[in-house]
């Protein structure tokens, strides 16, 4: 993954000296977090806002307690509150929240890492990530983001797009990102339909990362997929015995989102 530049922070002080207020600090830590979706360690951030790092490590536990950032295993990043009020959420705390005990159960089931991702444009963005101490050998981190054709999580949602959507989507092609990632439309569409067959389970197998495997599933919102949930492994790992688990947590999680209509499957627009 890229490297973010540091964003140029204005100074808030007099003179060259320190910030004259908590406020005039808070404004400093928050205005490091360019682009939004970025996510940064403890000493980026007191590097980027210009603080001691115990002054930024105090004022970030303040910031994460009221929903203005979130600590995660990648760092800290842009929280509820903050996605809310900058009206960059889209929904999407929402189904971080309805997610959330699905997402530990089927973890705590399995002992795999976990993701949770909705589309964005091609690519997938990582809402969240569970796997404990094994969740820091998989590339991926909250708030970042990968191709949606070359991972089980944007093949599950693409899966039930009509097909002009994901033509316009994929109009520039499909970049290779391994030498397994499928790099043509009439490929991605074969592979939708094998999606669609399995009745929405999806996978992915060195596509995105080499030697990792995926297995996926759509969370079904009002009008079509909102997201999806899926388990992650090694290539080499017999994935289809999770389908069900994988399965099951995206309907609970569709029937949460959606506590007055019935729980039915998705229904492809791909005729």
């Known amino acids: 993954m890229s490297a973010v530049a540091a964003p140029a922070v204005r100074s808030l002080a007099p003179a060259g000296g320190p910030p004259p207020s908590m406020v005039a600090r808070m404004t400093l830590i928050m205005e490091a977090f360019q682009p939004r979706s970025v996510a940064l360690m403890l000493d980026e951030i007191a590097a980027r806002a210009h603080l001691p790092r115990s002054t930024t490590h105090r004022i970030l536990d303040q910031l994460v307690q009221m929903g203005w950032l979130e600590h ?37 089931r399995t002992g795999m890492v976990v993701h949770l991702a909705v589309l964005d444009g091609t690519n997938v963005h990582y809402l969240d990530k569970i796997g404990g101490p094994s969740a820091v050998n998989i590339p991926s981190r909250v708030g970042g983001s990968a191709p949606a054709h070359a991972t089980a999580l944007g093949k599950a949602i693409l899966a039930w797009l009509n097909p002009e959507k994901v033509d316009a989507l994929f109009s520039a092609g499909l ?9 043509d439309l009439s490929g991605l569409y074969a592979e939708l339909n094998r999606i669609r067959q399995r009745g929405g389970v999806a996978y992915e197998s060195g596509e995105s990362f080499d030697g990792i495997g995926c297995v996926a599933a759509a969370i079904r919102g009002r009008g079509g997929p909102a997201a999806s949930i899926s388990l992650v492994g090694r290539a080499t790992d017999p994935l289809e015995r999770l389908a069900p688990l994988v399965l099951g947590a995206a309907r609970q999680v569709s029937a949460a989102l959606n506590p007055r209509e019935n729980t039915a499957p998705l229904v492809s627009a791909a005729g």
């Open 175 to 183: 970049p290779a990102v391994t030498s397994r990632t499928i790099g």
């Open 72 to 108: 995660t295993p990648d760092g800290y990043c842009m929280g509820w509150r903050s996605l809310r009020y900058t009206g960059l959420d889209n929904g999407n705390s929402q189904i971080r929240a309805e997610a959330a005990p699905v997402l530990h159960s089927l973890q705590v």
